[in-house]
């Protein structure tokens, strides 16, 4: 995935590892997706997005989890 393209992909791509983070099959791949939530975050920040657009990723991740184990 090329996020550097478009800036708006970073918040996807923080939304998607956050939602792998929360339902990984196994502890390794949570933590692994953990460590990219955490990059595309910091990136996500140095590009001037703020912390309340970080709090609505995790949101939809939650949601989307959520969602999906119904």
């Known amino acids: 995935m090329d996020i550097n393209t478009k800036p708006d992909n970073i ?28 990059s595309f975050a910091a990136s996500a920040i140095a590009r001037g997005f703020t912390e309340h657009d970080i709090e609505l990723c995790k949101k939809a991740a939650t949601c989307a989890v959520e969602y999906f184990n119904q």
């Open 11 to 38: 918040l996807a791509a923080l939304t998607y590892a956050l939602t792998l983070a929360i339902d990984a099959p196994t502890d390794e791949q949570s933590e692994r997706a953990v460590e990219l939530a955490e």
